[in-house]
């Protein structure tokens, strides 16, 4: 069996469901509602186990599922296509594809308004002033605006780590060293 075949049909369906949401926000020129939904909905994933737990679990009913979803959707004020698309999805008991779906609407939107996303992996978290400074870096470099998306990975010891589509750049500390570590060893 291959491994890769059950995120790649999460991922498809993902794709579905987030091409049809962007086009029927877009109509209704509700993509920052549903931008601002989308990223409400992936920190609540992120916080929460049971949201977590509700949408993989195969324990729960898909009536349970949907009674849930649409009370949180509801709790948080999504937008009324985000809302009925997780109703739909929980009916259909294809709400363990959501990480895929926010993820896809983040690109399809992100796309719209020329924006691109930076992972930006550093030793300590940045302060808004220094994400600020390096989105403006990065965009005078870039051309296009430019999202951060942030994490934090001590092992770096300092500096940063920029991946930009497919170009990365990283200044980090541990792969300086690295490098002199092997460099050394040819010399050795």
Do not use: C
Not at 96 to 105: D, M
Not at 118 to 140: N, R
Not at 160 to 182: C, E, F, P, W, Y
Request: glycine residues 6%.
């Amino acid at each position: 069996m291959d491994v890769s075949e059950p995120a790649s049909i999460s991922s498809g369906i993902a794709a579905r469901y987030a091409t049809a949401v962007f086009g029927i926000a877009k109509e209704e020129k509700a993509l920052d509602k549903l931008e601002s939904g989308i990223d409400d909905l992936s920190a609540a994933l992120g916080e929460s186990a049971e949201l977590k737990d509700l949408i993989s679990s195969p324990v729960y009913t898909r009536e349970a599922q949907g009674k849930a979803i649409m009370a949180i959707a509801a709790k948080m004020g999504l937008a009324p296509v985000l809302t009925n698309t997780l109703g739909l999805m929980a009916s259909k008991r294809r709400l363990f594809a959501l990480p895929q779906l926010i993820a896809h609407l983040r690109e399809m939107i992100a796309a719209e308004k020329g924006e691109v996303t930076a992972e930006v992996t550093s030793a300590i978290e940045l302060t808004p002033a220094q994400a600020t400074e390096l989105a403006a870096t990065l965009k005078s470099q870039i051309g296009s605006d430019v999202k951060i998306k942030s994490t934090v990975d001590e092992s770096l010891i300092g500096g940063l780590v920029v991946k930009v589509g497919s170009k990365m750049v990283d200044t980090s500390i541990r792969s300086k060293l690295n490098s002199l570590q092997n460099a050394m060893k040819e010399v050795g």
